[in-house]
């Protein structure tokens, strides 16, 4: 089992960042890849940022590239997502998954076996 956990969200103007985190507990040595997922509300949810624990290597949803920054501290357990630059759009729930396995795809919320209860991001203009 592996348990997550998010936090940093918070409000923001337009413009600011936020970084969130992600602690990991349980059996993490053997995760594949860990990822964020955004969801605002009457939408499905999305991809945003995934990196790959065996090698670093970072895959972004191709609109939020530039902007946001996923990374990892090994040390801590824990995956970050640096937000800058932060839209009104980019307002919704933020969730961190744990892949046990590369399945083919990091993008897809359904390769995802575990997922934290999620962090709110809100953007005013």
């Known amino acids: 089992q592996v348990q997550l956990v998010e936090s940093g969200g918070g409000l923001v103007q337009a413009g600011g960042s936020l970084r969130l985190s992600c602690a990991a507990s349980?059996?993490?040595?053997?995760?594949?890849?860990m990822a964020w997922f955004r969801q605002a509300p009457g939408k499905e949810r999305e991809f945003v940022a995934a990196?790959?624990?065996?090698?670093?290597?970072?895959y972004y949803t191709d609109s939020l590239k530039g902007r946001f920054t996923i990374s990892r501290n090994n040390a801590k357990n824990t995956v970050y997502l640096q937000m800058t630059s932060l839209k009104p759009e980019d307002t919704a729930v933020y969730y961190c998954?744990?892949?046990?396995?590369?399945?083919?795809?990091?993008?897809?919320?359904?390769?995802?076996?575990?997922w934290g209860q999620g962090t709110q991001v809100t953007v005013s203009s």
């Open positions: 990196i790959r624990l065996t090698d670093s290597r970072t």
């Open positions: 998954a744990d892949a046990r396995y590369y399945s083919g795809s990091y993008y897809k919320a359904d390769q995802y076996d575990y």
């Open positions: 349980g059996r993490t040595f053997s995760s594949a890849a």
